[in-house]
């Protein structure tokens, strides 16, 4: 695997219990996270990313110090559009304000099309910035928006968010609302879909998708598959999470299953708190939606409220590096990765509270009796290689 060329020497942070040894790993691995939500959350805000900031978990000072070398900027609306003109305008808002921040720091950052330009962009030290747009609505049925989202910049689409599409149905849905579909899976144009995303090299991204969806794809996908930011459903058993002969099919097709960090897919104990409180509370969500115009703000106010209740249910960095132990174990090394959710997500495990904690993961697998080379894969390697069978 490529070795990181640039030795962050002002980014050692003094962890209590990082060893020397696990330190000079971290900071000479590629270190890829394949999904991060700053955009929608602090850009489109107004804040600027370029400088610390006191709020959120990312910032480009502090993914220095964290040691990353390549990130994946997810590209989100919800299931309602922001803008009157719809969801492909959405998409677009945000990929402007991305390059917005690239053109100010062109000494910082530099955004990739092609495996030459992420490798170049890691080997002068920069943060390599990728596009992967969140929720096949904003292509909007139409092909020609898929391609030109590629030509802005676009190198992974996850085929659904929450909600389906006319072609593509979710994880939430398939789990929900079964009884309410018109269809399960993907549809003909679905396939479609996929068979271009294969042409053109951009990742076929199966977080969020229903099982249908998720297998449909992957029989379709000439290419190895990517998710985003899933966990594991056999640790915490919640319909975003993906089970053992998904996470198998997907080592079969050669993909990577990158694990989010979001407390209630980390932890069942917290999980089942966090529904318990919402169903005893179920005026407080009503009088929120109300409000609120999209859920994800509906449930940053709902975990805003339980905040003090949940803490003790919080689950530790140990709980996230067990899913990550669970593919391995299930599957081998080479089908793990880092897909955060940072900034998209209103709980975090104790210890990984925001971009400078990524060192821990590093230690924990070394804790653990990982090989450098295993480590190495699962910080970035594994997706380091589906990019390269991917895109152009």
Request: charged share 30%; aromatic share 10%.
């Amino acid at each position: 695997m490529m070795r990181k060329y640039i030795v962050y020497l002002c980014a050692v942070i003094p962890f209590a219990g990082f060893t020397q040894s696990s330190n000079n790993l971290h900071y000479k691995s590629v270190l890829v996270d394949t999904h991060n939500d700053v955009i929608s959350s602090s850009v489109l805000e107004g804040k600027d990313i370029s400088h610390r900031l006191s709020t959120g978990n990312s910032d480009l000072v502090r993914w220095k110090e964290g040691g990353l070398d390549v990130q994946f900027f997810s590209i989100w609306t919800d299931e309602k559009p922001r803008n009157k003109e719809g969801f492909y305008k959405d998409a677009n808002q945000e990929i402007d304000s991305l390059d917005a921040i690239i053109n100010r720091n062109p000494d910082r950052m530099v955004l990739a099309r092609t495996f030459k330009d992420v490798t170049r962009g890691i080997r002068k030290g920069k943060l390599v910035s990728l596009i992967g747009v969140e929720g096949g609505h904003m292509i909007e049925n139409d092909l020609n928006k898929l391609q030109d989202l590629y030509d802005r910049g676009m190198r992974y689409m996850t085929l659904t968010w929450n909600n389906s599409t006319d072609w593509a149905t979710s994880a939430r849905d398939e789990t929900l609302h079964a009884d309410s579909l018109k269809h399960k899976g993907l549809s003909e144009f679905g396939k479609q879909v996929v068979r271009r995303m294969n042409d053109l090299g951009i990742l076929v991204d199966l977080s969020h998708t229903g099982e249908q969806t998720f297998y449909d794809a992957i029989a379709v996908s000439s290419k190895p598959v990517l998710l985003s930011h899933s966990s594991v459903y056999s640790i915490c058993p919640v319909f975003r999470n993906v089970k053992d002969d998904q996470i198998k099919a997907v080592a079969k097709n050669g993909g990577v299953i990158c694990i989010n960090f979001y407390s209630r897919f980390i932890s069942r104990e917290f999980n089942e708190k966090f529904e318990e409180l919402e169903k005893d509370n179920r005026k407080l969500k009503d009088s929120l939606i109300a409000v609120y115009p999209d859920s994800v703000t509906v449930n940053k106010k709902m975990m805003e409220y339980f905040a003090a209740k949940l803490e003790v249910y919080r689950p530790h960095l140990s709980a996230l590096v067990d899913h990550i132990d669970y593919i391995v174990r299930l599957v081998g090394d080479d089908y793990a990765g880092i897909g955060s959710d940072f900034d998209g997500v209103d709980s975090l495990p104790v210890g990984m509270d925001d971009v400078t904690k990524y060192p821990l993961i590093t230690e924990e697998l070394k804790k653990r009796g990982y090989s450098d080379e295993s480590i190495r894969k699962i910080l970035g390697g594994n997706v380091l290689r589906i990019m390269k069978a991917n895109f152009k």
